[in-house]
């Protein structure tokens, strides 16, 4: 396995309600990441972390919170989930030793109703 | 911010031909240039990656080139196969602790024998 799961890995809720999808990582890497995949857009940075506490925002981050209170966990809310939130949500880890080369997760199919 | 375009959107060729992906960045001081291959329903893979101190890089029948006065850089595939069929996404980022890749939105290629 690449350590580094997400989940849960399908969801459906319903539009004004909170949604977290976690991502969990076992390869103490310091970076984490959260892309969103469209049709037609391809992956667009929504949050990352550079380190406990870290994080900062990515191109598409209206919407969304992140909090990263150990290593291991990147956690992305959408605090009051819409109809353009449903899409595929990617978690990625990095680490400058190895170039930082991204290992991304299976990733996360939600969809709100 | 940094700005990624890919093109084409879509690439059809026969077994046996070459592929080629090309790509554009906004950012001169983007340094880093990674091709991933993301085949249906799976996680996005790292196939080759380039850094602004090299100009061509092989691996196999893969090879990506870098043309930085240009500002652009480039995914080969030669002989291709079925196997080969898959949506390929361009990035690039600098290489300093607490940025983020910003992808281009994907070519998807299709190796019909």
């Known amino acids: 396995d690449a350590g580094i799961t997400q989940s849960p890995r399908h969801k459906v809720t319903e539009t004004g309600t909170p949604v977290t999808l976690r991502c969990h990582q076992t390869?103490?890497?310091?970076?984490m990441y959260w892309y969103r995949q469209d049709p037609g857009h391809g992956l667009r940075l929504i949050h990352y972390s550079y380190g406990v506490k870290d994080t900062d925002k990515g191109e598409v981050s209206d919407g969304y919170s992140v909090s990263r209170s150990k290593t291991e966990d990147f956690l992305l809310t959408l605090e009051s989930a819409t109809s353009s939130q449903t899409s595929v949500y990617f978690c990625?880890?990095?680490?400058?030793?190895?170039?930082?080369?991204?290992?991304f997760g299976s990733g996360t199919r939600l969809t709100v109703v | 911010g940094e700005n990624v375009e890919q093109h084409p959107s879509t690439l059809s060729v026969q077994e046996g031909d070459s592929a080629v992906i090309k790509c554009t960045y906004s950012d001169s001081a983007s340094n880093y240039f990674p091709w991933y291959k993301q085949e249906l329903g799976k996680r996005p893979q790292l196939i080759i990656d380039i850094r602004s101190n090299v100009g061509e890089k092989k691996d196999q029948r893969i090879a990506v080139t870098l043309n930085k006065t240009a500002k652009h850089f480039s995914l080969h595939i030669t002989e291709t196969q079925p196997e080969d069929s898959a949506v390929y996404f361009c990035a690039a980022s600098t290489d300093q602790a607490g940025t983020a890749l910003i992808f281009g939105k994907g070519t998807t290629l299709s190796v019909s024998s």
């Open positions: 990625a880890i990095s680490e400058l030793a190895e170039n930082y080369g991204y290992t």
């Open positions: 390869e103490n890497h310091r970076y």
